[in-house]
Every structure is written in structure tokens, then in C-alpha cells.
């Protein structure tokens, strides 16, 4: 501990059941051996928090304000970053940042607001990591499997080392589970119908990891995925799904017909198809009059700007 840290009221009103964190003194909890989180790849993190007034952002570049866990091994790992993505809790949402410094995978866009309870929770596993706020989903992403090095202690109020980052803020009731909770016994946490003692373990239901195929799409009269994950797809502009002069040796007679402009196929963001290391797309494409045609996959924002995401194009 690095305090003294004052008790304070917790969400129920029961006097000193929480811990109250001065982020302008560098105030933070350090839990030996990592708290159950070292190396683990399957697990659910619950607490209680509630930020109180304008968040510190000492490094500016990170923008991890009102950070209250963290696990840094200075120069070598970043994780378990639970933070804000602004320094006005009345604004920001929550940010999570399962391995690495760089940009949360996830940030979440329900303000938490100034001086308010509120539960936070986070389950991941090799095949998807998901946010929650109150017990709702702020958002799902594939994120990298945990450091393990037992040295390195969790840290609680703060992303501790070189993260530099303390909160002011009230915790209470942090729990971390070596098992993947449903999403309905995250929100009985938030609502109190039970406690991390009583919700049970979790499981099955860990989405896998997204090995292999993970989207085909043959537009054989339609645009539907035929990869067994569902990310099936919608025609925008004039986009067709017709018979065509396809050779039989692709073994079928569909095609999709783009004419330009805004014609495209539309695919709703699925974790499986957040890929961010080696990846292999193929398509046939048969073109008409100008040869200079533009992109073929875009994986871009919902603007359609592919400069403003690492999208595959």
C-alpha cells in the first residue's frame, strides 16, 4: 500500500467499506505475484469504482487518465490497463488495455460520470475480451494473452511505474476470477443479487479463438457467410448478387456486380474479423472498362476512412 489511504463510505453506505485513492499523492494498492492475473489467458475482473473530480493524465501520450488497475513491468509489459479516456469522469467512458501501451482495444462509450458508484467488469480469453459498465457491454475485442512474470504485483488506483497515472477515486470489492463469467452473472454483481463469494463459476460459453476461416463469402444468390461465425453481410448502393459468366470450376454460378460509386457489401464488426497479425485474404475479381480500380476489402470506420484504422485494404 501506498498510503495512508482514508476508508470512506462504499456504494452501500456502510462506512469504511471502501478504500479512498489521492491520485496527487501517487496512492495505489500493489497485490503480490500479480493477484491471480499472472499469465493467466482465461479470467473476469470485477470491482467497484467511483472517480471524483478532474483525472490526472501524466502521460499524455498514453491517455490513460483515472487509471484504478494495472499490472506495468517497467520496459518490458503493460497490462490489465483499466482507465478513462478523458479526464472529466461527467464525459469519459471506460478504456481497457489487455496487453501493451498503446491504444485501448476497448473504450467504452457511457460516460461514467462524477462521483457516482459504478461496477466495472471484464472478462476475456483467447477469443474475445469484453467491457462492461453497470453490467452493460462497452465493447468486444481480441486482445493478446497475458504477461507472466510473478514479480510483478497488481496494481489497484493506479497504472503504477512508468504508466504514471494516478486516480482520484473510491474502490471497493475488487475480485478476479480464473474463469470466464456469463454476461448475466456480471450483471448480478452490479446489482447486488450476488457477490463474488456467491455468483458461481463461470463457463462454459468462452468464445474460442478465432483460428482458420473466418469469413466466406461465395454470393451465391446472397451475401451470406459461409464460415460457421455468422458475419454475414449486407448490399449497399447498387450492389448486386446475380448469375454471371463464372467459370465452373469455381463451383458455382454467382458473383457479386459493383458498378462504382457507393456500391459495396457491408459487414457489421465481429471480434473474429478484428485481426492484427498475420492474416490471408483472397478473392477472384474480374474487372470492366478502367482498369484502375480502387480497393477490393476494406476493414475501415464507419466514416470509410481505411487512413483512419489499421483496416486490411
Do not use: C
Amino acid at each position: 500500500m501506498n498510503g495512508p489511504l482514508a476508508p470512506t463510505f462504499d456504494g452501500t453506505g456502510v462506512p469504511g467499506g471502501a478504500l479512498r485513492f489521492d491520485g496527487s499523492l501517487s496512492q495505489h494498492v500493489d497485490v503480490p505475484g500479480g493477484g491471480g492475473l499472472d499469465g493467466t489467458t482465461v479470467g473476469t475482473i470485477s470491482m467497484w469504482a467511483k472517480w471524483i473530480g478532474p483525472q490526472s493524465n501524466y502521460h499524455t501520450g498514453l491517455n490513460a487518465p483515472g487509471a484504478i488497475l494495472s499490472r506495468q513491468s517497467d520496459g518490458t509489459f503493460s497490462d490489465n490497463v483499466i482507465a478513462l479516456s478523458g479526464t472529466d469522469p461527467a464525459a469519459a467512458g471506460l478504456t481497457w488495455r489487455q496487453n501493451g501501451a498503446g491504444p485501448p482495444i476497448i473504450i467504452g462509450g457511457t460516460a461514467v460520470g462524477d462521483d457516482f458508484w459504478r461496477h466495472v467488469a471484464v472478462r476475456y480469453s483467447p477469443g474475445e475480451s469484453e467491457l462492461f459498465l453497470d453490467g452493460v457491454s462497452q465493447g468486444t475485442a481480441i486482445g493478446l494473452p497475458l504477461n507472466s512474470n510473478p514479480l510483478i504485483p497488481l496494481s489497484i488506483g493506479a497504472w503504477a511505474g512508468h504508466g504514471s497515472t494516478y486516480s482520484n477515486s473510491a474502490i471497493d470489492d475488487v475480485a478476479v476470477f480464473d474463469d470466464y463469467l456469463s454476461a448475466t452473472q456480471i450483471n448480478d454483481l452490479f446489482t447486488r443479487t450476488e457477490t463474488p463469494l456467491t455468483v458461481g463459476p463461470g463457463g462454459p460459453g468462452v468464445p474460442p479463438p478465432f483460428f482458420g476461416l473466418v469469413g466466406h463469402w461465395e454470393f451465391e444468390g446472397n451475401t451470406l457467410d459461409s464460415s460457421g461465425l455468422d458475419n454475414h453481410g449486407t448490399l449497399e448502393g447498387a450492389a448486386t448478387v446475380s448469375g454471371s459468366d463464372v467459370p465452373p470450376i469455381f463451383g458455382g454460378t454467382g458473383a457479386l456486380s459493383l458498378g462504382g460509386g457507393g456500391d459495396h457489401v457491408l459487414v457489421d464488426h465481429h471480434a473474429s474479423l478484428d485481426i492484427t497479425s498475420e492474416m490471408t485474404i483472397a478473392a477472384w475479381v474480374k474487372t470492366t472498362g478502367d482498369p484502375a480500380w480502387d480497393g477490393i476489402v476494406a476493414k475501415a470506420p464507419s466514416n470509410g476512412s481505411a487512413s483512419n484504422s489499421a483496416g486490411n485494404y
